[in-house]
C-alpha cells in the first residue's frame, strides 16, 4: 500500500499525487476504469491481480477520493467502480505517461505525429476492433452543446481523429517540423466533401481534436464543417481508447486515426495509421456503408486490449 510521506515531502506535490497513484496496481486500476471496466469481477479478469490485493487497492482509491461506488444490484447489493473528478482529471497523466514510453521506450526518441505500420502503438490500436466505445462518453462540440462520440440517430458511426484544425494557436516553433502535423484540415475538409455520400449511407461523422471548442467553432464556421467537432481536451477519449498522441507545444495532440463503431458502440474497423489521408477517407466510407447494410453486424472479437 502507499507508503508514508516523509515530512520534507509534505508540501511537494509530485509525492503527495505518487502516495495516491504511484503504486502500479493502483495506476493500472484507473486506466481500467477509464476504459470503461467498473465491476470487481471485470477488473480481476482483466488485471491478473489477486483479489485481495484489487480489493486494497480499490479501498485505497475510494478512500482518497479517486474512484467512488454505485450500487448496480441489490440482494445482495453489488457495486460498480466510477471515477470522482479527481480521477478523471488523472486523464492528461496516463496519456503523458503513455505519450513519454511509446516515443522514448517504444519508439526512438524522436517527436512525430505520424506512425508506421506495426507498430506497437499501431497494434494497440487495431487491438480495440471488437471491444466498445464507454457509455456515455459526451464531449464538448463546437456549437456550445455535448455530444457523445458515438451518434445515437445512426447505425454506424465514424470517429476520426486529428492534430488540429490547421496550425494551433499559439503556433508552437517546431510544429511545422513535426512529422504527421502538415494538412491538418485536410482530413476535415475531405470528409466535408464525402459528407452527403457518409449521410446517405447510414453512416455518421464525428471531429476529435485535443483543441478548446471555441478554435473549433471558429474553423467549422469557415469552412462550412456539416457534421460536429468535438473537442477531447481533457482526454476522455483518449484515455479511455489509448489513442496515440504526441507532445506539440507543451500540448497532447491526437495522431491521425479512424474508428468506426455501430450503434451498440462496439468498435469493427480502426484505419491506423493513416498515410494516404484521402485513400483513408474513401476507405472509411466504404467500410461504414458496408457495415451500415450488414444485418447481422457483430465484429470479430479481437484480442483481449493489453498493453
Given at each position: ?23 502500479w496496481?493502483?495506476l ?6 477509464t476504459?470503461g471496466?467498473h ?10 491481480i489477486s483479489?485481495?490485493?484489487?480489493a486494497?487497492?480499490l479501498k ?23 471515477l ?7 486523464a ?15 519508439g ?8 508506421s ?8 490500436l ?6 466498445g ?5 459526451r464531449?464538448?462540440?463546437?456549437d ?5 462520440v458515438?451518434a445515437?440517430?445512426?447505425p454506424?458511426?465514424?470517429i476520426?481523429?486529428?492534430p488540429?484544425?490547421g496550425?494551433p494557436?499559439?503556433l508552437?516553433?517546431?510544429?511545422s ?7 491538418c ?8 466533401a ?10 455518421a ?12 467553432q471558429a474553423?467549422a ?8 467537432l ?8 483518449c ?6 498522441t ?12 479512424i474508428?468506426i ?5 462496439t ?10 489521408i484521402?485513400?483513408?477517407v474513401?476507405e472509411?466510407l466504404?467500410l ?6 450488414t444485418?447481422?453486424r ?10
Amino acid at each position: 500500500m502507499a507508503r508514508e510521506l516523509r515530512e520534507q515531502d509534505a508540501v511537494c506535490a509530485i509525492a503527495q499525487g505518487a502516495a495516491v497513484v504511484g503504486e502500479w496496481w493502483s495506476l493500472l486500476i484507473v486506466r481500467e476504469v477509464t476504459r470503461g471496466r467498473h465491476r470487481f469481477d471485470d477488473l480481476h479478469a482483466e488485471l491478473g491481480i489477486s483479489r485481495r490485493v484489487l480489493a486494497e487497492r480499490l479501498k485505497h482509491l475510494l478512500d482518497h477520493g479517486v474512484l467512488e461506488r454505485r450500487p448496480y444490484q441489490q440482494r445482495p447489493t453489488r457495486y460498480e467502480y466510477h471515477l470522482t473528478d479527481a480521477g478523471r482529471a488523472l486523464a492528461p497523466v496516463l496519456i503523458g505517461l503513455q505519450d513519454w514510453a511509446d516515443r522514448f521506450f517504444l519508439g526512438d526518441g524522436t517527436l512525430t505525429g505520424s506512425t508506421s505500420p506495426g507498430s506497437p502503438e499501431a497494434d494497440r490500436l487495431h487491438r480495440l476492433i471488437g471491444a466498445g466505445v464507454p457509455e456515455p462518453l459526451r464531449l464538448p462540440a463546437a456549437d456550445g452543446s455535448e455530444l457523445d462520440v458515438v451518434a445515437v440517430d445512426a447505425p454506424i458511426t465514424v470517429i476520426f481523429t486529428y492534430p488540429a484544425t490547421g496550425a494551433p494557436s499559439p503556433l508552437p516553433a517546431n510544429w511545422s517540423e513535426i512529422p504527421g502535423t502538415a494538412g491538418c484540415t485536410l482530413e476535415n475538409r475531405l470528409f466535408r466533401a464525402s459528407s452527403g455520400a457518409f449521410a446517405g449511407a447510414g453512416v455518421a461523422l464525428r471531429g476529435v481534436s485535443t483543441q478548446r471548442p471555441d478554435e473549433q467553432q471558429a474553423f467549422a464556421e469557415a469552412e462550412d464543417i456539416p457534421f460536429p467537432l468535438l473537442s477531447d481536451m481533457d482526454l476522455a477519449l483518449c484515455a479511455a481508447l489509448r489513442l496515440p498522441t504526441f507532445r506539440a507545444g507543451q500540448t497532447l495532440r491526437l495522431k491521425r486515426a479512424i474508428i468506426i463503431t455501430d450503434a451498440a458502440r462496439t468498435i469493427h474497423h480502426v484505419l491506423y495509421p493513416i498515410i494516404d489521408i484521402p485513400a483513408a477517407v474513401d476507405e472509411a466510407l466504404r467500410l461504414g456503408a458496408q457495415l451500415a447494410h450488414t444485418p447481422d453486424r457483430h465484429a470479430t472479437s479481437g484480442p483481449r486490449i493489453t498493453c
